[in-house]
T-cell receptor, first 114, second 109 residues
Framework: SQTIHQWPATLVQPVGSPLSLECTVE??????LYWYRQAAGRGLQLLFY??????ISSEVPQNLSASRPQDRQFILSSKKLLLSDSGFYLC?????????????FGSGTQLSVL | QKEVEQDPGPLSVPEGAIVSLNCTYS??????FMWYRQYSRKGPELLMY????GNKEDGRFTAQVDKSSKYISLFIRDSQPSDSATYLC?????????FGTGTRLQVFP
C-alpha cells in the first residue's frame, strides 16, 4: 500500500531564516506530487506540483521554491521566511495517469514564523 | 467571483441529526465533484465523489450534484461525534482541482 511521510509536524522559525520541508511517498512509482498551504479561512492553496523528477510548476509567485530530486521526494524551501509564510503546509500525491482529483495527503506541517 | 463557495460554519448539531453541507461553483466545465474530510491538524482525506450530475450513496453519506444550478451537497445521516471535522468540497476538471474553504462540523453527544 502507498504511504506518504511529511515532516516535521510543527516548526517555529524566526523571520529571515531558511526553510526546508520534506515529503516522501512509498509504494508507488512516478506519482504526481503537490505542495499546498492552508491558511485559516482561506482553504487549500496549491503552491507547486510536479509530474516528474526536476519538473516543477509554480502556481503562486511567492517566497518559496520546490524541488524534486528523486521520484518520490518533494522538498519545499525558502531562503528567507516572511511572517506571511506562516500556515499549515500539506504535501500530497496522486497517480500519474488520470486520478488528479484523488489526492492523498500527508499529515501536514504547522509552520509559525515569528 | 470565487470558483468555489462554501459556508465556513461552524455547524453544530446533536448526535443522530441529518447534516447538509453545501457548495456552489462557477465553472461549468467541472466534471468530478469531490468531498474531502479533514480532522483537526491532519491532512484531508478523500471521503467520496460523484461524476457529473446525480447522487451517490456510501453508507451514511450521500453526495449530490446539480450541474444546472452548479450546486454540490453532502448529506450525513445519523451523524456521530466522530463525524466532527472540516468538510471540503473540491470540483475537478482536467488537472484542475479547486478546494472550497471547508465547513467545520461539530456533532455533540
Amino acid at each position: 500500500s502507498q504511504t506518504i511521510h511529511q515532516w516535521p509536524a510543527t516548526l517555529v522559525q524566526p523571520v529571515g531564516s531558511p526553510l526546508s520541508l520534506e515529503c516522501t511517498v512509498e509504494g508507488t512509482s512516478n506519482p504526481n506530487l503537490y505542495w499546498y498551504r492552508q491558511a485559516a479561512g482561506r482553504g487549500l492553496q496549491l503552491l507547486f506540483y510536479s509530474v516528474g523528477i526536476g519538473q516543477i510548476s509554480s502556481e503562486v509567485p511567492q517566497n518559496l521554491s520546490a524541488s524534486r530530486p528523486q521520484d518520490r521526494q518533494f522538498i519545499l524551501s525558502s531562503k528567507k521566511l516572511l511572517l506571511s509564510d506562516s500556515g499549515f503546509y500539506l504535501c500530497a500525491w496522486s497517480h500519474a495517469r488520470g486520478g488528479g482529483e484523488k489526492l492523498f495527503f500527508g499529515s501536514g506541517t504547522q509552520l509559525s514564523v515569528l | 467571483q470565487k470558483e468555489v463557495e462554501q459556508d465556513p460554519g461552524p455547524l453544530s448539531v446533536p448526535e443522530g441529526a441529518i447534516v447538509s453541507l453545501n457548495c456552489t461553483y462557477s465553472n461549468s466545465a467541472f466534471q468530478y465533484f469531490m468531498w474531502y474530510r479533514q480532522y483537526s491538524r491532519k491532512g484531508p482525506e478523500l471521503l467520496m465523489y460523484t461524476y457529473s450530475s446525480g447522487n451517490k450513496e456510501d453508507g451514511r453519506f450521500t453526495a449530490q450534484v446539480d450541474k444546472s444550478s452548479k450546486y454540490i451537497s453532502l448529506f450525513i445521516r445519523d451523524s456521530q461525534p466522530s463525524d466532527s471535522a472540516t468538510y471540503l468540497c473540491a470540483p475537478y476538471n482536467t488537472d484542475k482541482l479547486i478546494f472550497g474553504t471547508g465547513t467545520r462540523l461539530q456533532v455533540f453527544p
